[in-house]
Protein backbone atom coordinates (compact mmCIF):
# COMPACT_ATOMS: atom_id res chain seq x y z
CA UNK A 1 0.00 0.00 0.00
CA UNK A 2 1.26 3.46 -1.00
CA UNK A 3 2.19 6.39 1.60
CA UNK A 4 -0.87 8.07 2.46
CA UNK A 5 1.04 11.34 2.68
CA UNK A 6 2.30 11.22 -0.73
CA UNK A 7 -0.26 13.90 -2.33
CA UNK A 8 0.42 16.20 0.47
CA UNK A 9 4.43 15.55 1.35
CA UNK A 10 5.90 18.89 1.08
CA UNK A 11 9.13 17.38 0.16
CA UNK A 12 7.46 16.28 -3.05
CA UNK A 13 5.36 19.50 -3.55
CA UNK A 14 8.73 21.95 -2.73
CA UNK A 15 11.59 20.37 -2.59
CA UNK A 16 11.70 17.61 -5.76
CA UNK A 17 9.98 16.69 -8.73
CA UNK A 18 8.81 13.03 -7.73
CA UNK A 19 8.37 11.96 -11.88
CA UNK A 20 12.22 12.45 -12.87
CA UNK A 21 15.62 11.00 -11.14
CA UNK A 22 16.29 10.44 -7.93
CA UNK A 23 12.52 11.33 -7.29
CA UNK A 24 11.10 8.65 -9.32
CA UNK A 25 13.68 6.05 -6.96
CA UNK A 26 12.27 6.68 -3.99
CA UNK A 27 8.56 7.25 -5.18
CA UNK A 28 9.56 3.58 -6.13
CA UNK A 29 11.89 2.59 -2.60
CA UNK A 30 9.54 4.66 -0.10
CA UNK A 31 6.15 5.93 -1.23
CA UNK A 32 4.92 2.86 -3.04
CA UNK A 33 7.69 0.42 -1.75
CA UNK A 34 7.95 0.32 2.19
CA UNK A 35 6.66 3.53 3.42
CA UNK A 36 7.93 2.22 6.87
CA UNK A 37 11.52 2.59 6.03
CA UNK A 38 11.00 6.99 4.76
CA UNK A 39 12.73 8.52 7.08
CA UNK A 40 9.92 11.68 6.73
CA UNK A 41 7.50 8.69 7.13
CA UNK A 42 8.86 7.63 10.37
CA UNK A 43 8.98 10.91 12.10
CA UNK A 44 5.58 11.92 10.52
CA UNK A 45 4.07 8.48 12.69
CA UNK A 46 5.77 9.18 15.36
CA UNK A 47 5.83 13.04 16.10
CA UNK A 48 3.72 14.11 14.09
CA UNK A 49 4.03 15.93 10.29
CA UNK A 50 4.59 19.12 11.78
CA UNK A 51 8.00 17.60 13.36
CA UNK A 52 9.15 16.47 9.99
CA UNK A 53 12.21 18.94 9.00
CA UNK A 54 11.84 20.15 5.12
CA UNK A 55 15.28 19.58 4.22
CA UNK A 56 14.89 15.67 5.43
CA UNK A 57 15.07 13.53 2.50
CA UNK A 58 13.61 9.80 2.70
CA UNK A 59 17.06 7.66 3.05
CA UNK A 60 17.91 9.80 6.00
CA UNK A 61 17.49 7.52 8.12
CA UNK A 62 20.14 8.11 10.70
CA UNK A 63 18.99 11.50 10.65
CA UNK A 64 15.38 10.49 11.81
CA UNK A 65 16.86 8.24 14.33
CA UNK A 66 18.54 11.28 16.09
CA UNK A 67 15.71 13.44 16.12
CA UNK A 68 13.43 10.47 17.34
CA UNK A 69 15.78 10.27 20.27
CA UNK A 70 15.87 13.21 21.35
CA UNK A 71 12.42 13.66 21.81
CA UNK A 72 12.58 10.69 23.95
Do not use: W
Amino acid sequence: MGCEYLQSCPFYNEKMDIDSGLGKIYRRSYCQGDKTQCARYMIATELGRESVPADLYPNMHDRAEQILNETK
